[in-house]
């Protein structure tokens, strides 16, 4: 059952690629890069930072202090904060050219960008206590990131610059941590000029992502298929969908990457010369008890805490035998928000419901076309999104 539902999902995941022929493009310099090597690759100032959380996991930040244009200028500037989505890392806000990338176009505008990482993925897997071999080291899900990575990130930024406030950019999973830490910690929410929110998600109720299918499968059973650390299925992928499924190179890879299986792709929007740079960092692996979390929160169509599986774990846990509900009316923080017509995770009906209770939403624009990865990859994504956040971010300065 699991493989007829994964291959549906597949398949419907490759419909969107249909006809698109042809092998990679010649290797990118940055696809062996690191995070701080692929800023320097295009000329831009580059710092890499450890922040060490309360359970203590050890976070890699990386920071863009000025751009290329204006650079004679390094006095102290507004902070911008960047936090990506799920299975991705911070690459993805460097991932495209210096005028296509939101890192670089905010750097180039005039701000200290700084670029965080959430535990667990390729640049965020190190803890003072526990090792990546163990069980205990994978055992957190969003409400960890949103109770510790997001805090303690965000203070080592204001100790750093020196500044008390900063925008806050999410993207995806991004953004539901912004929603729970900022619901949850009124002092974190006080650190925020605004809250950018792209392709945003609380509930995930509507969503035709492949996430919808994992919903299916039992949490013990689950864990048999996926283990209990990181959620990393490329060798099922591999060995099964990209040689049943997919019949083409490029979409063997595509086909084998749990990011676009699970996000969607839209070859018309995306640069296909950067496609190895995408694959190459992304995903970038996160918890089984993550995407656990997620298949979760789409079966009770709520904005809810992990169920840890029994009443009496519960209470161990948050004090009462069921998870805590998130309230989104509690997200303080002025909130703009920019969503897509055609996203298979952040759902146009899970946005439309999740808009209402935001009680600071100073913006929304909603974009037919978009599917949830254009918001970070889309040739277009600077004339859509980049140029209105840095319009706004400047009419903040005033």
């Given amino acids: 059952m699991w493989l007829l539902l994964t291959t549906a999902s597949l398949i419907s995941a490759v419909g969107t690629a249909h006809g698109f022929l042809g092998k990679l493009n010649p290797e990118s310099p940055e696809v062996t890069m690191n995070i701080s090597q692929m800023i320097s690759y295009w000329g831009y100032p580059s710092e890499v930072y450890e922040v060490v959380t309360e359970d203590g996991y050890i976070l890699d930040i990386n920071r863009i202090p000025y751009g290329k244009k204006n650079s004679e200028n390094r006095g102290q500037r507004p902070v911008v904060f960047l936090q990506h989505g799920l299975l991705t890392s911070a690459t993805n806000w460097i991932s495209n050219l210096p005028n296509n990338s939101l890192g670089f176009i905010l750097a180039d505008a005039g701000y200290d960008v700084w670029l965080g990482n959430s ?11 526990y090792s990546p071999d163990s069980v205990e080291f994978w ?10 990575d997001l805090p303690s990130t965000i203070d080592f930024i204001v100790k750093k610059t020196g500044q ?3 925008h806050y950019v999410g993207h995806s999973q991004g953004t539901t941590i912004g929603f729970i830490a900022f619901s949850t910690n009124p002092n974190l929410a006080k650190r925020i000029q605004t809250f950018y929110a792209l392709a945003p998600v609380a509930t ?6 492949l996430l919808n299918k994992l919903r299916f499968i039992p949490s013990f059973l ?57 694959l190459s960092h992304n995903p970038a692996g996160t918890s089984v008890q993550n995407m656990l979390h997620w298949t979760q929160a789409v079966k009770s169509g709520k904005f809810q805490a992990f169920d840890w599986g029994s009443p009496i774990q519960n209470m161990m846990h948050y004090n009462q035998p069921t998870p805590p509900y998130y309230n989104l009316t509690a997200v ?6 920019w969503s897509g ?31 949830h990865l254009d918001f970070i990859w889309a040739i277009n994504a600077p004339q859509e999104v980049y140029n209105e956040i840095v319009s706004m971010m400047a009419e903040d300065k005033k």
């Fill in 222 to 278: 689950f864990k048999i298929i996926f283990g209990d650390k990181i959620f990393y299925p490329h060798n099922y992928f591999d060995q099964f969908l990209a040689t049943q499924v997919c019949s083409r190179e490029t979409l063997d890879l595509l086909c084998s990457n749990a990011l676009f299986i699970i996000c969607g792709f839209d070859n018309k929007n995306l640069n296909m010369s950067r496609l190895d740079v995408y």
């Fill in 119 to 129: 535990r667990g993925n390729t640049w965020a897997r190190r803890n003072l206590y």
């Fill in 164 to 166: 008390e406030k900063l």
């Fill in 204 to 209: 995930v109720k509507y969503t035709k992502s």
């Fill in 341 to 371: 017509g055609n996203d298979w995770l952040a759902d146009p009906q899970d946005v439309d419901n999740l808009l209402p209770k935001l009680p600071n939403l100073i913006y929304h624009k909603k974009i037919p076309p978009y599917n």
């Fill in 139 to 148: 055992a957190f899900s969003f409400d960890e990131m949103a109770k510790y």
């Fill in 332 to 337: 303080d923080v002025p909130v703009a928000v």
